[in-house]
Nanobody, 131 residues
């Protein structure tokens, strides 16, 4: 596999919007659930959102529900994260990856049991939100 390529980050004021894109190569893209992760300065990378292989199901962590929207275009091997009403706490480097879900962790895991399934991470795209 080749690392995914993320783009679309930037610097915005609080309340602003950005649209992130990720192009992931490979014949398995259309059969894979995809997810977005983020890593804030000095913190571990954490899960943000996921979308099923068909695009029919989505999942978000509580802090971004109602503000972020994940979507995908299987014909273009692209997954998108539309981010509205951005807040300073959204500042991070954002990454995408193939994901799967551990059903045993759904109830106990704040990430809903979602985890990355590929060791190939891209460079990420920086999102900075000023207050």
């Amino acid at each position: 596999q080749v690392q995914p390529v993320e783009s679309g980050g930037g610097l915005v004021q609080g309340g602003g919007s950005l649209t992130l894109s990720c192009v992931a190569s490979g014949r398995t893209f259309s059969s894979s659930s995809m997810g977005w992760f983020r890593q804030a300065p000095g913190k571990e990378r954490v899960f943000v959102a996921a979308i099923s292989s068909s695009g029919g199901s989505t999942y978000y962590i509580d802090s971004v529900k109602g503000r972020f929207t994940i979507s995908r275009d299987n014909a273009k091997n692209t997954v998108t994260l539309q981010m509205n009403n951005l807040q300073p706490e959204d500042t991070a480097v954002y990454y995408c990856n193939r994901v799967s879900r551990d059903l045993m962790r759904i109830a106990s895991d704040p990430d809903g049991g979602w985890f990355p399934t590929s060791d190939y991470w891209g460079q990420g795209t920086q999102v900075s939100v000023s207050s």
